[in-house]
């Protein structure tokens, strides 16, 4: 009988212990009663500039600033409100100090991220209205040409020390299972073939 099915399933089910190990070496060492807040990046910590948290009440606009220092690269920009309920909503809208526009985006989710390209050097205007109810407490985030954002390129991040990692576990695990699923196909069809041919020899 053909083993090429055992042999499938025992490399998925490696890539499975794999993965465990790979979860479990950088999952945090933590009392039961801690919140995780130093294992798992908050939304600040994924950007390089972040402003003080700020509150705007009901129907009023408040400006944020930021200067870009190089000109043609991609701003990432968020807003994250911080004692979020689900009636907030937000209206953002982008200038310069020339009256240019870069967009204008209403929102009602806690985090809103979108990017743009810069043009050139210059500080940008981001007026954030509460369009709810009720007062919010927001703060804005900035990383110039994410790409080479320290939270992604830092190795001591919590981005690149721990999701990383876990994402990596993850998709291993995942293949592990499909191989183990497809090695035991393989052996139910190894199996029936070697059955039939057994069969076919006492006809």
Do not use: C
């Not at 991609?74 to 009256?99: C, E, K, Q, R, T």
């Not at 009602?108 to 390209?117: A, E, H, Q, R, Y």
């Amino acid at each position: 009988m053909k083993k090429r099915g055992p042999i499938i399933a025992i490399a998925g089910a490696v890539m499975i212990v794999i993965a465990a190990s790979i979860a479990y070496s950088v999952m945090p060492r933590m009392p039961s009663d801690s919140s995780g807040t130093d294992f798992f990046p908050s939304p600040e910590s994924l950007f390089d500039s972040v402003s003080d948290k700020v509150t705007i009440d009901a129907g009023t606009v408040y400006t944020f600033s930021h200067t870009a220092t190089t000109a043609h690269v991609p701003l990432m920009w968020g807003v994250h409100v911080v004692d979020y309920n689900p009636n907030d909503v937000v209206a953002i809208s982008i200038s310069n100090i020339f009256g240019d526009k870069f967009g204008s985006f209403t929102d009602n989710d806690p985090i809103f991220i979108k990017s743009f390209d810069v043009p050139k050097a210059d500080t940008y205007s981001f007026n954030v209205e509460n369009k709810g109810k009720e007062p919010i407490t927001v703060v804005m985030l900035f990383t110039e040409n994410p790409e080479k954002s320290k939270a992604l390129t830092d190795p001591n991040s919590p981005f690149v020390k721990n999701i990383l990692p876990l994402a990596e576990a993850g998709f291993l695990l995942i293949i592990g299972i499909i191989v183990i699923l497809s090695g035991v196909v393989l052996s139910v069809i190894d199996w029936r073939k070697g059955k039939n041919q057994s069969s076919n020899r006492y006809v």
